[in-house]
């Protein structure tokens, strides 16, 4: 059995899709058993309602989404789980392939779904190409693991917020005697944000960057993660990803000016950080 563990909060435009994603897999069609847990964080709207009448298994969980992963992991019937986000859809190999990869691999714990921003508009488009650079890097988080490497490591720092997936990452890593993979087929983030929204939810993650500098310091992945050289340059060109670049360059040129605006939030974040902290010491 597979499990499949979706988090939500007010997730009822997109829960539906998300869940029949799920359903049409063709690990199912190919007799494959597939359990799917939602941890609902206290909606006030019918997200609970839709992904009952589709057959998910529900559970209310809080504060954040790392507590309700958590917790639908520890729920899961499957030696396999895979975690989603409400907003997300699995296109249909998904879950075939990372069975594949767990059945024939006994050394991999956790493999990495390559992600394809989907949404209206040039903006959307822009966040699309960025993304496409992440897969399999250090700013991308593992999405399928077996579950009991999960439990050994504690599963997600409920400390952390926006930052967890990294911190599970490397803690996942960090463990002797595994390794981690990539499957070719994607799964797609129906963000469908505006210029704006993104903005505002940036400036929400970056406020809450502190407690991982706290864990890890500035060693060499952190630097890569919050740096100016990879994150700028080195994760766009390596391994011949430079040419992307030189191809799209519109997007490239519009995807340079999302960069420059989300380092303004992070240093800004920073910046409103330390001036706290600095008025907490006063006191």
């Known amino acids: 059995m597979v499990s499949i563990v979706i988090t939500t909060k007010n997730a009822e435009e997109f829960i539906a899709d998300c869940i029949k994603s799920v359903i049409n897999s063709n690990y199912i069609k ?8 939602l941890v609902d964080n206290y909606s006030t709207d019918k997200t609970v309602e839709v992904a009952k009448s589709l057959g998910a298994k529900t ?42 990869i767990f059945e024939n691999n006994e050394n991999i714990k956790a493999i990495y779904i390559p992600e394809k921003i989907f949404g209206e508009g040039f903006f959307n488009k822009v966040r699309n190409f960025e993304r496409s650079f992440y897969n399999a890097t250090v700013i991308d988080g593992l999405r399928f693991f077996r579950k009991e490497d999960f439990l050994k490591i504690g599963g997600f720092d409920t400390s952390l917020n926006g930052t967890e997936d990294w911190d599970f990452d490397r803690r996942m890593k960090a463990t002797g005697g595994g390794g981690t993979a990539i499957i070719k087929s994607p799964l797609y983030h129906h963000e469908n944000h505006n210029l704006k929204k993104y903005i505002i ?23 890569k993660q919050f740096g100016f050289y990879y994150r700028y340059i080195g994760v766009f060109i390596e391994k011949g990803k430079w040419k992307k670049l030189f191809a799209h360059p519109l997007l490239t040129i519009s995807m340079y000016f999302l960069l420059f605006l989300r380092g303004c939030v992070f240093i800004l974040a920073k910046f409103n950080i330390s001036k706290k902290e600095s008025v907490y010491e006063k006191k």
């Not at 790392?66 to 699995?90: C, F, H, K, P, W």
């Not at 939810?201 to 992945?221: C, H, M, P, R, V």
């Open 201 to 223: 939810k940036k400036s929400y993650y970056a406020s809450n960057f502190d407690n991982y500098f706290k864990k890890w310091g500035f060693d060499e992945t952190t630097k």
């Open 59 to 100: 559970f209310l969980k809080g504060p954040e989404r790392s507590a309700q992963r958590n917790y639908g992991v520890e729920q899961a019937s499957g030696e396999i789980v895979g975690i989603l986000d409400a907003d997300m859809t699995l296109s249909e190999n998904v879950i075939n392939e990372c069975v594949e």
């Open 30 to 37: 190919d007799c494959g058993e597939i359990e799917i847990i």
